[in-house]
């Protein structure tokens, strides 16, 4: 069984930064594509970023230029850097592992953007 532990959420200001941080236990971290994702009050869950096992990154379109995933597989722990943030940034963000056949999710972090 997989467990991902999100940290790094909290309130902060328009404009500001925030880093996001995601521990996976197993000791096989490198070779899974894992990603950030969201969920904002009345809306769908949507994907933020994904960083693959060789380090390949995609973004949605309202995060690009301000958000930057990475990972350190000797760490088993995948980032997300968050900067330029807008109060359309709120929401609770999750971290998400991919396997051929099984999908895992962290408990999810608040992250909110307001003055």
């Known amino acids: 069984q997989v467990q991902l532990v999100e940290s790094g959420g909290g309130l902060v200001e328009p404009g500001g930064s925030l880093r996001l941080s995601c521990a996976a236990s197993g000791s096989i971290f490198r070779i899974y594509v894992m990603g950030w994702y969201r969920q904002a009050p009345g809306k769908q869950r949507e994907l933020v970023a994904r960083i693959s096992s060789g380090g390949v990154t995609n973004y949605a379109d309202s995060v690009k230029g301000r958000f930057t995933i990475s990972r350190d597989n000797g760490k088993n722990t995948v980032y997300l850097q968050m900067n330029s943030l807008k109060p359309e940034d709120t929401a609770v963000y999750y971290c998400?592992?991919?396997?051929?056949?099984?999908?895992?999710w962290g408990q999810g972090t608040q992250v909110t953007v307001s003055s």
């Open positions: 998400n592992q991919d396997r051929p056949t099984t999908t895992y």
